[in-house]
């Protein structure tokens, strides 16, 4: 006789449930496997939460599994237990988050993908050259044997100056990890893509005979499959990946490490917007594991984690390689050494320096394009992006104007559209216009720019990365893209353009993240031992406001300082870590619409626990077309604000509001 079991199976859409589907068969399917539907009129992969004998529904009413995708090994309970609890957390449908989290291809209605990627799975891998581990320096060591000999959860800042081996400790503690344990599974993240390669290359050299799994958007879909499998089976040893690899089905973990803690790129923008770091914690904790959370600069939360005690603080106060030592940081006080077309002479002569020894320098300006606006002196006309609150950004090269909030492009006017005023002049300057300016100053200097801009293209970034790494290269400028993570071994200038402007954003977290920003782009200065003859490796800072308390700390490497002050402020100022909040933010055609619906939301909000602020509009109010503003709670209980969002989300649900809003729990932007 046939067995007959009900399914219960959650898909990716919006609807907020998990649907009870018919099996009848010989096996009985497993919690964790995919299945085949119908749904509507449409078939759709789902997956088995929970498989029970009897569901509330008439069974004439249920439809019948189509089939049970056997090809593919259940996920773990642990997996699921992630998607729901990043779900609940970040208040989303169990079937919009676990169902993304695995590759396009095993979801697909057919297994064909599936069937191949499995094939060539099972083929045996090529083995890498085999790489030597220099031995440890002996804080190096203590933090390795601190994260070894952990058992259990524990959450470990790996606190360390920028160069001061890092990389080393997490490959050492992998080391004895999977020495140990012959199945063991490490997951380690990053924040950005073009940091993975150099990563790899570590590890693939130092443990030659294990596979190494890499996870990112930038995959093509074929690759993401099969390393996602690798991972899947537990073939994949080692796990390396950007902020969605945290939600990889990983049988065997055993450890997690994060490096570059602090970055805003752990947290997702869009959709279920989850910060990576702190589902890595979660996780960590779940499985009963240590986690590593790496950084130079940590982010506020992870510092006062460790001052309650939450948190181990694992320091590596100096830098790793012999006779390696931080540069020595210098402002350059704008008010008396006059930029010319944003570089002052100090700066250029530094560079004349470098260039004349034969070492690199980096420029470091977090703005692309050419200018950021043209204006029109006449007049005052500027150029406006018609669809945004924003200018559109002069690029000179591809003779266009382009938006960099919607991507709206228009050719360069000839005149000024308002006056015909044919003298238009680009304001303020980008990486572009820098890099114009210094093959000016500098014929002979062999000058690379890399932005998002100049990497469009599949794999360029790596190979522009490779050309500085081979000594290709004279003059580095870029954005934040080059600020972090990266090894440069003969580079012994940095030049910070213009960093002044986020001084006063109105954002309470822009001190925080621009400290991170500098205090990164400075760490890739001197990290090799200096030559015989060679320069002192230095950080040029051009401000207009040399004594800001930011400036001296980061004159002083003096991250302790800098966090003490910033956590006096949030203390004092009520805000995060000592708050909680959540956002809703919503976009309309007409700000009063937008206003209008926030304003209803707000009435909803009746709990003494929670505080609600007044609805404004977001700083970059018009968005290609749409008008946004924001609303934001707060509490100082976690817990009551979770239980209040839960019930406030199907409350504003039911209003069926004609426009479109999203709710963003432990919000990094606001
Ligand atoms: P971080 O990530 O802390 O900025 P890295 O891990 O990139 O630093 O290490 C900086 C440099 O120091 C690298 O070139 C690395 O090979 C080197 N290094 C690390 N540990 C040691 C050590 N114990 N002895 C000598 N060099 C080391
Ligand atoms: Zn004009
Ligand atoms: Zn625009």
């Excluded at 169902?99 to 090529?126: C, F, G, H, I």
């Excluded at 470990?156 to 890092?166: A, E």
């Excluded at 982010?299 to 320091?315: C, M």
């Excluded at 560079?351 to 980096?362: A, F, I, P, T, V």
Aim: some cysteine; glycine content about 6%; hydrophobic content about 40%.
């Amino acid at each position: 006789m046939l067995n007959e079991f009900i399914l219960q199976v959650v898909l990716d859409t919006p609807v907020e449930r998990v649907f009870d589907y018919l099996w009848s068969g010989n096996e009985v399917p497993l919690r964790g496997q995919f299945v085949l539907i119908n749904f509507g009129r449409r078939e759709l992969v789902g997956l088995i939460v929970s498989i029970k004998k009897e569901s509330e529904f008439p069974r004439d009413k249920l439809k019948s599994v189509i089939s049970v995708r056997k090809q593919l090994s259940p996920v773990s309970a642990e997996w699921i237990a992630l998607c729901q609890f990043a779900a609940d957390y970040y208040q989303r449908p169990l079937g919009e988050v676990a169902l993304p989290a695995v590759p396009k291809n095993l979801r697909s209605l057919k297994t064909v993908a599936l069937d191949k990627a499995l094939k060539k799975l099972s083929q045996p891998q090529v083995v890498a050259q085999a790489g030597h581990a220099p031995p440890l320096n002996s804080a190096q060591e203590y933090a390795v044997q601190q994260i070894v000999a952990a058992t259990g959860f524990k959450p470990g800042l790996l606190y360390g100056v920028t160069g001061s081996g890092k990389t080393e400790v997490y490959l050492h503690a992998a080391e004895q990890i999977l020495a140990r344990d012959p199945d063991a599974q490490i997951l380690v993240l990053v924040p950005e893509i073009n940091l993975t390669p150099q990563l790899q290359g570590h590890l693939r050299a130092r443990f030659p005979d294990l596979q190494v799994a890499t996870l990112h958007s930038g995959m093509a879909e074929g690759e993401r499959t099969l390393h996602w499998l690798a991972a899947h089976t537990g073939q994949a040893r080692l796990i390396l990946g950007t902020r969605l690899a945290i939600l990889a089905s990983l049988p065997a973990l055993k450890l997690i490490i994060v490096d570059e803690e602090h970055d805003p790129s752990y947290k997702q923008q869009e959709g279920l917007r989850y910060s990576a770091r702190d589902l890595a914690v979660w996780r960590a904790r779940q499985l009963d594991i240590p986690v590593i959370l790496g950084s130079a600069t940590p982010s506020l939360e992870t510092w006062q984690h460790t001052i309650s005690g939450r948190y181990d603080k694992l320091s590596l106060p100096e830098r790793a390689v012999q006779n390696a030592v931080l540069p020595a940081m210098r402002l350059i006080d704008l008010s008396k050494d006059k930029p010319a077309e944003g570089l002052t002479s100090s700066l250029i002569s530094a560079l004349k320096q470098r260039l004349d020894k034969g070492e690199q320098s980096l420029l470091y300006l977090n703005r692309r394009g050419y200018a950021p606006v043209i204006a029109c002196d006449a007049c005052g006309w500027m150029s406006n992006c018609h669809r945004c609150s924003a200018f559109l950004v002069l690029h000179k090269q591809e003779y266009k104007l382009r938006c960099h909030h919607c991507s709206l492009e228009m050719r360069i006017p000839k005149a000024c559209p308002d006056c015909g005023n044919v003298d238009i002049q680009p304001l303020g300057r980008g990486t572009q216009r820098i890099e114009e300016h210094l093959q000016h100053l500098f014929p002979e200097a062999r000058i690379r720019r890399i932005d998002a801009d100049s990497t469009r293209l599949k794999g360029s970034a790596q190979a522009a990365f490779e050309t500085v790494h081979r000594g290709e290269v004279d003059i580095l400028i870029g954005t934040q893209m080059v600020a972090k993570g990266h090894d440069f071994k003969n580079l012994t200038l940095v030049g910070i353009v213009n960093p002044d402007t986020a001084l006063f954003s109105q954002d309470y977290r822009a001190g925080e993240r621009l400290f991170a920003q500098l205090m990164q782009v400075a760490g890739r200065a001197g990290r090799a031992a200096q030559k015989e003859g060679g320069s002192t490796s230095e950080v040029l800072i051009q401000t207009r406001y040399p004594q800001h308390p930011l400036y001296q700390a980061l004159k002083s490497h003096d991250y302790p300082q800098f966090a003490k002050t910033c956590l006096e402020e949030r203390s004092q100022a009520d805000l995060p870590p000592f708050i909680f909040q959540a956002l809703l933010r919503v976009e309309s055609k007409e700000l009063a619409t937008s206003l209008e619906f926030l304003r209803k939301a707000a009435s909803l909000v009746v709990s003494d626990d929670i505080t609600v602020h007044d609805p404004i509009p977001m700083s970059l109010m018009r968005m290609a077309n749409s008008e946004r503003a924001q609303l934001l709670l707060e509490s100082h209980s976690r817990p009551a604000l979770q239980a209040f969002l839960r019930m406030w989300i199907t409350q504003l649900s039911a209003i069926k509001p004609r426009l479109s809003w999203s709710l963003e729990v432990d919000p990094v932007d606001i």
